[in-house]
């Protein structure tokens, strides 16, 4: 079973900065199958990503992902007040399975 | 555009069964190739993923609540169901349904649905 890692569990960032935020994959996964959502307070969680650097639709240019292997980097280049939220990624993995990382938070510094 | 809402009792007691439904909205479950299934995340928790079924009737669900967990279709009604027996204070949750043409993940959410397991 795939574990999916992510830390820290929170990050503080002031608007306008860079965010990088980090998945660890238990063994090697397949970065066709690793997603991130985006989960802010209250709301459904909402896809940002797919196949690791795919954006879904109607998500902004400053999302990025990259990665392979056991290490996946969602990138957001420049912090929105709206970007403020949890961030989990995901695997699709064999059984079939699917699996999500217990999440980041980007707050406010 | 693909609308999801879930519906369903708000309170569960212990070793009861849960049940929701997700109606689908803006789109046809018996004609599209989709994929449907259930979120489910404890309060102030992450989430974990309980099932999902294709249009076919395959239903893939999580090991962790397979002997509990029956997702279903009804084309007739448009919607698709969760049983989930027996349940404990620990299956408390908002309960998500969702959707998308791939496996993998999900584009498609509904809104969520809080059940509580509380005598």
């Known amino acids: 079973e795939i574990v999916l890692t992510q830390s820290p569990g929170t990050l503080s960032f002031s608007p306008g900065e860079r965010a990088t935020l980090s998945c660890r994959a238990s063994q090697s996964v397949s970065s066709t199958y690793l997603a991130w959502y985006q989960q802010r307070p209250g709301q459904a969680p909402r896809l940002v990503i797919y196949a690791a650097s795919s954006r879904a639709a109607g998500i902004p240019d400053r999302f990025s992902g990259s990665g392979s292997g056991t290490d996946f980097t969602l990138t957001i280049s420049r912090l929105e007040p709206e970007d403020f939220a949890v961030y989990y990624c995901?695997?699709?993995?064999?059984?079939?399975?699917?699996?999500f990382g217990g999440g980041t938070k980007v707050e406010i510094k | 555009q693909l609308q999801l809402q879930e519906s369903g009792p708000g309170l569960v007691k212990p070793s009861e069964t849960l049940s929701l439904t997700c109606t689908v909205s803006g789109d046809s479950i018996s004609s599209s190739n989709k994929y449907w299934g259930w979120i489910r995340q404890p309060p102030g928790k992450g989430l974990e993923w309980i099932g999902t079924i294709y249009n076919s009737g395959s239903t893939y669900y999580n090991p962790s609540l397979k002997s509990r967990v029956t997702i279903s279709v009804d084309t007739s009604k448009n919607h698709f169901s969760l049983k989930l027996n027996s349940v404990t204070a620990a299956d408390t949750a908002v309960y998500y349904c969702?959707?998308?043409?791939?496996?993998?993940?999900?584009?498609?959410w509904g809104q969520g649905a809080l059940v509580t397991v509380s005598s």
């Open positions: 969702a959707s998308d043409i791939n496996i993998a993940w999900f584009y498609f």
């Open positions: 995901q695997y699709y993995g064999s059984s079939p399975m699917l699996t």
